[in-house]
């Protein structure tokens, strides 16, 4: 089924100072002007959202629709969700809307171990010290750091690095991410979602672009000679790359959402995908959450050691080009340098090689839900 890039809404009762909406289509960026017509309800009113014919909701989408919702609170208007489809609904308890959802008593009392947990992680996150910053902009050479998303782009960066140094007439050393040591070193940065926003939060990195139509999603997979369905792995060993990633979170609300305790679970963290996917075949793990687009990167003799269970589609999170502080021009530059890469020939071919349609801006409020989950479920300390 095609999805609609359009929101309607349309008003279908309004009785007893209750009043019901029918929502149809995308909420999204094209969102904002559909969504005004709800700036109307009058205070104290009781709003019904009928979401039985909402295809998706990105995380813009989520923005727009909390901005109206902290706007009702604020007149004393109260919400209820009704009829969510199985991504959306995920994403609402992701992000804490799950208390607007209607029948979410859990998610209304706070309760953690209802249906709309509060912070699935662990309490053994490693500290981390942040480096100091100086003064960036006198630095001769810059050092770029990127989180490829498959094993086949690497050549690719390596190629785009040598782009960026041509354009911006600055030597810069390129380095593939490792956990993110030796931060206090990096001054480009393309990292996972979380990872960035530890940049953007602790660093002042400063967002400056995202991929166009790349969002990361998980999948849920098991070895393909085990037969069992999702719902059979109660209490299994589960591996994946990082406790701190949004495929950490997504794997284990996939799993819920699937009637499965994620709680009960036993994770152990490997360091990166590639560990995570030999662990499973090798029979040291149950269960494996993986980055989307690194399973359908994965050679053919792979793919028939792994059987997929469940994936997301939530076009919510993406990875992120980020800047150090104190690098304002470099920052003007590398903006320009990616918007125009999808239409110059060199750019449009290392484009091709690291599997990326080009770049556009981030928006305000996809940067906020981000930070918001970040905020959520990120502990460091």
Known sequence: MAISDSLSITKISDTNNTITFDCAGSIDVNAKIPLESLNTVPAKAHVIL???????????????????????????????????????????????????????????KGDKN???PQAPIHANVKKRVAGTPEKLATKKKLNFVASLQTGQQLTGWYLFNTYLQRRMQKAIHFDQAQDMLNEANIDILFAKPFEACSMIKRRGFVPIMRPIAEADEVVILTRADDERTLTDFKAANVVTASENSFVYILGRFLCDENELDSSLFNFTFSGNEIKSLQMLIRKKADLLFMLKK????????????????????TDFAFHLFSIAPNLEEEGKALHTILAEMADDEKGKRILEDIEFQGWCPVEEGELKMLTMVFDRYVTEN
């Open 114 to 116: 209802g249906i709309n």
């Open 50 to 108: 009928e979401f039985k014919k909402i295809e998706r909701v990105n995380s813009m989408g989520l923005s727009l629709l909390l901005k109206i919702f902290e706007e009702w609170e604020k007149n004393q208007v109260t919400v209820e969700v009704k009829d969510l489809n199985r991504m959306v609904n995920m994403l609402f308890k992701i992000t804490g809307l799950g208390r607007f959802v209607s029948g979410n008593a859990a998610a209304k």
């Open 294 to 313: 690194t399973y359908e990167g994965l050679s053919s003799f792979s793919k028939k050691n792994v059987r997929k269970l469940d994936e997301s589609n």
